[in-house]
């Protein structure tokens, strides 16, 4: 998942002051507790800012299901490399609120928009919706 414009307001669009770092975490919460085989892969440019520890760090309560982050380059090719290095078989839902970001085989897609991210409820209800439908 990425984080600006999902885990909070995009920065960039509004004062750096009014964006809660990582505000909407806990709407995910609910929606993973039925699937503890749920892991989260970071693809952020954060990963680029913080280690891999810091980041699930500031996962809590999520931290147990930090699966690691995206390797460097651009991000849909850095997600297909993780898919393929370290989970071949799983399906993906990357989560982001960049329309450039686009689907590939076992990768699919969900854009959100970057000033609601997870608060919003219908990114909420598709997140269940795949969910459902990719449960093993």
């Known amino acids: 998942m990425d984080v600006d414009g999902v885990l909070h307001p995009d920065p960039k669009r509004v ?13 995910l919460v609910p929606l993973l507790v039925a699937h503890p085989d749920v892991e989260l892969l ?17 996962l809590h309560p999520l931290e147990e299901r930090f699966a690691g982050v995206a390797p460097p380059g651009e991000r849909g090719a850095a997600i297909a490399e993780w898919k393929r290095s370290n989970a071949p078989d ?8 960049d329309i450039e970001l686009q689907a590939q085989p076992g990768i699919e897609v969900l854009h ?14 598709a997140i269940e919706d795949w969910l459902a439908r990719t449960r093993p």
């Open 112 to 125: 959100c928009d970057p000033m609601s991210g997870l608060s919003d409820v219908s990114v909420q209800r």
């Open 90 to 97: 799983a399906v993906l839902l990357a989560i982001d609120d």
């Open 15 to 27: 004062p750096r002051q009014e964006v809660a770092a990582l505000a909407w975490l806990d709407h």
């Open 42 to 58: 970071v693809h952020s440019s954060w990963r680029e800012t913080y280690t891999p520890a810091e980041l699930q760090d500031m």
